[in-house]
């Protein structure tokens, strides 16, 4: 999906498709969404709400695949994923001693993000510790690329505005010369 098209959804249908977005896309949709909220076209606490719910709905998807499916995934899949079985039982061991930690650390690095959340569920991590560990991360990650968002959203609206307005300047003085040049040419025809 490209990235207009990304951005047609979310301008045409709103919050409606931004959480099933934000789940595929995460960061990108987020960042879009930030942008669009500059320019009015979405709210951005209700943008906000809808990432964080977007997001923790694929980690917990993830999850519980992790906890209740990771076996029925062959295990050539599993490899191509990067969950070879080594990396997984070292994950899984390091979840019983520090769950929380490595969550969080791999929510906000996007460090093998899909194999952590995988893990997570694999270990039996506790769901509450789990879900809350998750939002801890989630609120802060989804503030900051909002933030993003709105910042280049508001940078590009200034931008595109004081290019206009220097394009509009120089057609407006590129007319002057022009009309000046035209009379003084008459001018000198005139006898």
Known sequence: MTGAAVVDLIATYG??????????????????AGWLASVGMLNLY??????????LIGDVTSYLIGRHALGAIPAVRRDWLG?????LIRLMRRF?????????VGKLTHAAGFAILLSAGAARM???VFVLANLLATIPKSMAFLALGWAVGSA???WA????WVSLGLVALAVAVWLLLRRRRRAAAEP
């Open 83 to 87: 969950l070879t079985r080594p990396r």
């Open 15 to 32: 919050l409606v498709v931004l959480a099933p977005l934000a789940n595929i896309e995460g960061p990108v949709v987020t960042m879009i």
């Open 46 to 55: 209700g943008a906000f709400g809808v990432v964080v719910l977007g997001d």
């Open 156 to 158: 590009y609206e200034r």
């Open 126 to 128: 506790p769901f509450g």
């Open 96 to 104: 019983r001693k520090e769950g929380a930690r490595i969550l969080v």
């Open 161 to 164: 505005s004081g290019v206009f």
